[in-house]
């Protein structure tokens, strides 16, 4: 599945995957809006994408594209983030 889009009603995979099992592959559904925070927020997404991350078959990252007000640093912080992610 792509798009996984979380937009303002904060779409996820996680239930398709109960139902249908760890086949059912997804891209997408990470909420991008955190990179206009901050660390923490960044930090904070990707423990809630954790979960699913660890299932295998699924590539999180931002939707579409990166909206304007988005700051460069936390994104290249969460891409450095996903690349050590430990699981």
Not at 15 to 29: F, I, S, T
Not at 53 to 60: A, F, K, R, S, T
């Amino acid at each position: 599945m792509f798009p996984i889009e979380v937009g303002t009603w904060n779409a996820s995979i996680a239930p398709w995957r109960e139902q249908y099992g760890r086949e059912l592959r997804g891209v997408g559904g990470m909420n991008k809006t955190v990179f206009s925070r901050d660390r923490a927020a960044v930090d904070a997404e990707i423990e809630r994408l954790r979960p699913l991350i660890e299932l295998g078959g699924y590539i999180p990252c931002p939707d579409h594209r990166i909206a304007p007000d988005a700051k460069y640093e936390n994104v290249q912080y969460y891409c450095d983030r996903m690349q050590n992610l430990k699981l």
